[in-house]
């Protein structure tokens, strides 16, 4: 039931959420921070994952 109202929701605002969402990363961006090197075992929340970053 209340995934099905989750689904009209989405559907009737998601421009809504979209315009939102995009406010609030515009809102909280840090300038001068940049992404450093990114380390990945190939395990996410200890899944095995298949990932562009995991070590070869």
């Given amino acids: 039931m209340f ?3 989750q689904l009209h929701h989405e559907a009737l605002e998601g421009s ?3 315009d939102l969402e995009a406010d ?3 809102r909280l961006a ?3 921070r940049i ?6 075992a190939g395990r996410h929340h200890g899944e095995i994952v298949q990932c562009k970053y ?3």
């Fill in 3 to 5: 995934g099905e109202r």
């Fill in 16 to 18: 809504t959420i979209d």
């Fill in 24 to 26: 609030a990363r515009r």
């Fill in 30 to 32: 840090v300038k001068d």
């Fill in 35 to 40: 992404l450093g090197t990114i380390e990945c």
């Fill in 54 to 56: 995991a070590g070869a």
